[in-house]
């Protein structure tokens, strides 16, 4: 089986760069050692292992990825970049035929979906790459969808840790919100507390202090109306290991998907699931 060819965007972000080094450690996979970055990184080779990978800034990626294309062939490409930046880059892989795995969260989530629908590309998008935390949400799904107003009169409490430089509130717990909706709570994704204060994390949470700058924690607490009942829920991640290997597994999953012929499909981290 030929390798898998794979260009990371992001680098040197961490998530970025932790799937990078995931890519070099798998023999089904081959680094491209090209990547597009934010405007507001150094353009040069930066180093990931014992690879160096070039930085190619937004105002120079038509160019950049042409010149790619011709040395690389056909790849694959995977988004860890900005939440700012979701939707234009989406805009750019799809008018450039490059099937990407989106990890990023934010960005106008429909609009996302929309550009991918309407394009000739294939990509997985998902607010989380854990399989086991997907495994979570989509049991959270089939409940929600089985047994609506389950929690009807019940009050809900969703808070999330995540590390200091993430500049969005988690895309897991927003997707949580739908489902908890659908069991009968009324509850919006503004409502969802989250906390990015480092020495809050360490002395009023718990987080041990080596996941300072990686982590995703959260709960979900629900209590009944008269307070005679209280359910919890709680998945916590120190590192981001576990997200890189779910990546890895949504790439492969995306090419078996582009050589059945799928073509402006979007795919969730529940068909990588159902399908590796």
């Not at 994390?201 to 109306?225: D, R």
């Not at 990546?247 to 795919?267: E, R």
Request: proline letters at 4%; hydrophobic letters at 40%; aromatic letters at 10%.
């Amino acid at each position: 089986m030929s390798q898998i060819k794979v260009m990371v965007n992001g680098i040197p972000g961490n998530m970025a760069v932790m799937v990078a080094k995931h890519l070099l450690a798998d023999d089904r996979f081959e680094l491209i050692p090209e990547a597009l970055t934010g405007p507001e990184i150094e353009e040069k080779k930066h180093p990931v292992e014992a690879v160096g990978v070039n930085l190619f800034h937004p105002k120079r990626r038509e160019k950049a990825i042409g010149d790619i294309k011709k040395t690389h062939g056909d790849f694959l490409s995977v988004d860890y970049t900005h939440p700012s930046a979701v939707n234009d880059n989406a805009k750019f892989y799809c008018d450039f035929d490059l099937p990407f795995v989106m990890g990023t969260t934010g960005g106008d989530r429909k609009l996302l979906e929309e550009t991918v629908l309407s394009s000739s590309i294939a990509a997985v998008i998902a607010p989380n790459m854990a399989k086991q935390i997907v495994g979570f949400q989509a049991m959270m799904e089939y409940t929600a969808n089985t047994f609506p107003d389950l929690f009807e009169g019940y009050a809900l409490e969703i808070k999330e840790s995540h590390q200091k430089g993430k500049a969005d509130t988690s895309g897991t717990a927003k997707a949580m919100v739908g489902y908890f909706n659908k069991l009968g709570i009324g509850f919006s994704e503004e409502q969802i507390f989250k906390e990015r204060d480092p020495d809050i994390q360490k002395s009023q949470w718990g987080i041990p202090e080596a996941y300072m700058t990686g982590h995703g924690w959260h709960t979900y607490t629900l209590i009944s109306e008269d307070k005679t009942v209280r359910l919890e829920f709680t998945h916590n991640v120190n590192g981001r290991d576990v997200y890189a290997k779910g990546t890895l597994d949504a790439l492969v999953y995306l090419n078996q998907m582009i050589h059945q012929g799928a073509k402006g499909s979007v795919f969730t981290m529940i068909d990588v699931l159902k399908g590796i």
